[in-house]
C-alpha cells in the first residue's frame, strides 16, 4: 500500500475535511474540535494538545525511535473520539507488510484485526462517519488476483465489501490494486486511488496512481486526476 496521501485541493473540492498534518511525519488526526492531535512518529502512535503540550506515546512506547519505516503508522480517530486504528509496518522475507490494529484512544486494549501475509495484505485503515473502519485489501493465487476496499467494526465483525476488483494472472503484467479509502462525511462518497500496475512508479507528471470517487449509492465511480501527487 501506498504511503498516506491528502489530495487537499481536491478533498476541498468535494467538502472533505482537511486533517492537520504532522511537520516531518505521517499525516495527524485532529480530534476533539482540534484540541488533540494523534500521529505517528518513529513507528509509535502519540498525542498531544494543539498548542504542543501534554504530548504522550500512546502506542510503542518501548521501541527508540528509527527512520526505518517500520512500526505504527497513519492512525486514524473514530468519530466519537473513543478508538484509534493504525497500520502496523514488519519485514517479511525482504518485503514490508503492514498489518490493521485498532486500540481505545488512551492506547489501551491495543489489538490486531487483520495480518498481513505474501499472498494476502492489508492496509490503509481510515475511519469512516458512521464509526466502522474503512481498509483496502489484495490477494493473491497463480491464476487470479482480487484488490478489496472493505469496511468492518472494530471487534472485527460485519466485514462488508465495498468495492472489489477482480482480475486474471497474465505474464509480464503487474496486478492492479486499491488503496487509501476515504469516506466523504456524509457516507455517500468512496475517494480512493487506484494503481494501475505499476507499483507505483514515478512518472514526470506525479505517480502513476488515479485518484477516484465512488458514488456509494450507485456504485459509478469516475476518475478526478490520472496521477496522484
Do not use: C
Not at 195 to 218: C, H, I, Q, W
Request: hydrophobic share 40%; charged share 30%.
Amino acid at each position: 500500500m501506498t504511503g498516506k496521501i491528502l489530495p487537499a485541493m481536491l478533498a476541498a473540492m468535494l467538502i472533505w475535511p482537511l486533517a492537520a498534518e504532522a511537520k516531518g511525519g505521517d499525516p495527524a488526526e485532529v480530534s476533539g474540535a482540534l484540541a488533540t492531535v494523534v500521529f505517528s512518529n518513529g513507528g509509535r502512535i502519540l498525542k498531544m494538545n494543539a498548542d504542543g503540550s501534554d504530548r504522550k506515546v500512546l502506542f510503542g512506547k518501548h521501541r527508540r525511535p528509527e527512520n526505518d519505516g517500520l512500526g505504527a503508522i497513519e492512525p486514524s480517530v473514530s468519530p466519537d473520539g473513543e478508538k484509534i486504528t493504525f497500520g502496523f509496518r514488519r519485514e517479511a522475507r525482504y518485503e514490508k507488510l503492514i498489518d490493521i490494529w485498532v486500540m481505545d484512544s488512551d492506547g489501551s486494549h491495543a489489538r490486531k484485526l487483520f495480518r498481513s501475509s505474501l499472498d494476502r495484505r492489508f492496509g490503509d485503515p481510515d475511519f469512516g462517519p458512521d464509526g466502522k473502519i474503512v481498509a483496502a485489501s489484495f490477494r493473491k493465487n497463480s491464476r487470479l488476483g482480487v484488490a478489496r476496499i472493505f469496511s468492518v467494526k472494530t471487534d472485527g465483525k460485519g466485514f462488508r465489501t465495498i468495492y472489489r476488483l477482480r482480475q486474471k494472472a497474465r505474464p509480464w503484467v503487474s496486478w492492479k490494486s486499491l488503496a487509501e479509502p476515504a469516506v466523504s462525511p456524509d457516507g455517500k462518497r468512496l475517494l480512493y486511488l487506484l494503481d494501475p500496475g505499476y507499483d507505483g512508479t514515478y512518472f514526470e507528471n506525479g505517480y502513476k496512481s488515479a485518484l477516484r470517487v465512488m458514488n456509494l449509492e450507485s456504485g459509478a465511480s469516475r476518475e478526478l486526476s490520472e496521477y496522484s501527487l
